[in-house]
Structures are given as C-alpha cells and as structure tokens.
C-alpha cells in the first residue's frame, strides 16, 4: 500500500487561501508522479493536480489556475498551493501515486487513499 499522510485542510472564506501537505507513509517520493485528489460529499473522487517525478505539473482545466502543485523530495512532501477559493472546492482532500493529464482531466492510477484533509469553503 501507498498512501500518505495529507494535512493542512481547514475553515476558509471565499477567496481565501490555503496550502495543503502530503507526506508518504513509509516510502520515498522521488521515483514517483503524485496527484492531489479531492472527494466532495455525495461525489466521485476527482483528480485535482499532478506533478511528475520529473517536476512537471498539470491540472485540472476546471480549476481555472488557481492551485499550484509542487514537491520537495528532500523533506519527501508534496505541497497544494489553493487560492481564489470557492465553495465548490470543499472537499476532502488526498494525495495517490500515479496520475497523468487528460484532456483537460487529471487522471490517477490508485485509489489507495489515506485519511484526507478536510477543506471547507464558506462565509
């Protein structure tokens, strides 16, 4: 199993900023793409960013360049940068190994998922 520890979620208002942290529980980031997955409440998971092993980045073309995705495999993190947030970004937030950009879709390839991290959105 992959998964990771995912944390920094919280309570913001519309507009508001967050960053999100995820670290692997028990192995290495470096030989792997990883992908920020959010599941909103009565919804699919949906793929969110990706970045690759090799530092590029996609997103998902919904998300109208708001999220930046990025990643320090010397502290093994991975990082989501959130701004302009809108109520439709609550959501229970992931990260899994495995993703690639899709016609505008991130796509992931585990559905191992660990315990999240709640964003909530609201005034």
């Known amino acids: 199993q992959l998964q990771f520890v995912e944390s920094g979620g919280g309570l913001v208002q519309p507009g508001g900023s967050l960053t999100l942290s995820c670290v692997p529980s028990?192995?290495?980031?470096?030989?792997?793409?990883v992908a920020w997955v959010r599941q909103a409440p009565g919804k699919e998971h949906e793929g969110v960013s990706c970045?690759?092993?090799?530092?590029?980045?996609y997103h998902a073309d919904s998300l109208e360049g708001r999220f930046t995705i990025s990643r320090d495999n010397a502290k093994n993190i991975v990082y989501l940068q959130m701004n302009v947030l809108r109520p439709e970004d609550t959501a229970v937030y992931y990260c899994?190994?495995?993703?690639?950009?899709?016609?505008?879709?991130?796509?992931?390839?585990?559905?191992?998922w660990g315990q999240g991290t709640q964003v909530t959105v609201s005034s």
């Open positions: 899994t190994v495995g993703c690639y950009y899709d016609y505008g879709l991130i796509r992931y390839e585990s559905d191992d």
């Open positions: 028990g192995f290495t980031l470096e030989n792997y793409d």
């Open positions: 970045i690759t092993n090799n530092d590029l980045t």
